[in-house]
């Protein structure tokens, strides 16, 4: 795996299970934003099974079906409660898939989005790396290479 990009999933209806069209908006924004990084790249999105986040990353296989990502969602990556038992799973789940895919895309929530990117560089690549905030709909690059966190 080359780079991890962490999503928070969209803008949700007030019924907390459809994206409102701001919210599919921001998805599609957000993959314009990073076509050139996961252009020609094996590509394989992982989301939490809530309807918001995997609607979200339905929006993301949409529009980059053409480079046939693959997906799955797991009750891993959300919880109600302290996330920070859940980061150790996480973190499995994505070395499970780091020696097949170039790319792999969280969908996900508020604390993981957060947390999880620089769990991840400080376990897998020794470097601290300062977390961000990511309002619905924005997300986070880690370049496994460079060793570096933006926002998307």
Same mark, same amino acid.
């Given at each position: /795996? ?14 907390? @299970? ?9 998805? @599609? ?14 590509? /394989? ?12 990353? /339905?929006?993301?296989?949409?529009? *980059?079906?053409?480079?046939?990502? #693959? %997906?799955?969602?797991?009750? @891993? ?9 859940? =980061? ?6 994505? =070395? ?7 790319? *792999?895309? *969280?969908?996900?929530?508020? !604390?993981?989005?957060? !947390? %999880?990117?620089? %769990? +991840? ?8 790396? #300062?977390? +961000?905030? $990511? /309002? ?6 880690? !370049? $496994?290479?460079?060793?570096? =966190?933006?926002? @998307?």
């Amino acid at each position: /795996m080359k780079t991890l990009i962490i999503v928070r999933h969209g803008e949700e209806e007030p019924n907390g @299970i459809d994206l409102t069209v701001d919210g599919v908006k921001a998805i @599609i924004a957000l993959v314009q934003r990073i076509e050139d990084i996961v252009k020609n790249q094996k590509i /394989m999105i992982l989301s939490s099974d809530k309807d918001r986040a995997v609607e979200t990353a /339905m929006v993301i296989q949409r529009i *980059i079906r053409k480079e046939r990502p #693959h %997906f799955a969602e797991t009750n @891993i990556l959300w919880t109600e409660d302290s996330k920070g038992e859940k =980061l150790d799973d996480v973190l499995k789940l994505v =070395l499970s898939y780091e020696k097949e895919y170039d790319v *792999i895309i *969280i969908v996900t929530h508020t !604390d993981y989005v957060r !947390d %999880f990117p620089p %769990f +991840f560089a400080k376990e897998q690549l020794n470097k601290n790396l #300062h977390p +961000f905030n $990511c /309002m619905k709909g924005e997300g986070l690059i880690l !370049d $496994c290479n460079e060793i570096t =966190l933006k926002k @998307i």
